[in-house]
């Protein structure tokens, strides 16, 4: 089992519709919960992050974490053909001493005008 | 946020040749990584540059296939040696000020073995 698993999609939605991408998990030491987002023929930048359990709200995008279910969300609502990009889930753990971050495959998301 | 800058955005370049990518970024940080990113892969850390030292690498990569520099605090090199096809691939440069959440990257630069 990977550490991260994440759907790759492409995930298609019409405009203004709410979008739910999601990762699971299995190292319950991951404590960082990282969302990226990739734009074609671009390096990922950080949409946002949560640490431990809980959600986190950040204009139209919110993150959740279940640490009991080892899942984590991210919605956006309102979505824009300007989100239209690949995201991707990415983890660290409580006890890394080097930075390092596993990501998930990416889930490419359309949303169509 | 600081910027990364990294060079080439993109080559195609022949079997059995190799290929040295520069990741310069316009301030200092601590940390600064190289990652693969394959289609349909998730996106895989090569290994940990270190100031003035040897890179880490993680398992599956040695230094003999990718070498790595980082003379200085800005600066890193991402050598692919001996390159087949199965190397094509985008190769990201990646930058830390402290703490994953200050993980920035650069544009990547996509590789392709012919």
């Known amino acids: 089992q990977k550490e991260v698993e994440q759907d790759p999609g492409p995930l298609s939605v019409p405009e203004g519709a709410i979008v739910s991408l999601n990762c699971t998990y299995s190292n319950s030491a991951f404590q960082y919960f990282m969302w990226y987002r990739q734009y074609s023929r671009k390096g990922p930048e950080l949409l946002m992050y949560t640490y431990s359990s809980g959600n986190k709200e950040d204009g139209r995008f919110t993150a959740q974490v279940d640490k009991s279910s080892k899942y984590i969300s991210l919605f956006i609502r309102d979505s824009q053909p300007s989100d239209s990009a690949t995201y991707l889930c990415?983890?660290?753990?409580?006890?890394?001493?080097?930075?390092?971050?596993?990501f998930g495959k990416g889930t490419r998301l359309h949303i169509l005008p | 946020s600081a910027v990364i800058s990294q060079k080439p955005s993109r080559d195609i370049c022949q079997r059995g040749t190799s290929l040295t990518i520069q990741c310069q970024v316009d301030s200092q940080v601590t940390m600064m990584f190289w990652y693969r990113q394959q289609p349909g892969q998730s996106l895989t850390l090569i290994a940990t540059a270190n100031q003035g030292s040897e890179a880490t690498y993680e398992s599956g990569f040695v230094i003999d296939k990718f070498p790595i520099s980082r003379p200085n605090l800005t600066f890193s090199t991402l050598t692919v040696s001996n390159m087949s096809p199965e190397d094509s691939s985008i190769y990201l440069c990646?930058?830390?000020?402290?703490?994953?959440?200050?993980?920035?990257f650069g544009q990547g630069t996509r590789l392709t073995v012919v």
């Open positions: 990415a983890m660290s753990d409580l006890y890394n001493r080097d930075d390092k971050i596993i």
């Open positions: 990646s930058a830390s000020t402290g703490g994953v959440t200050e993980a920035f």
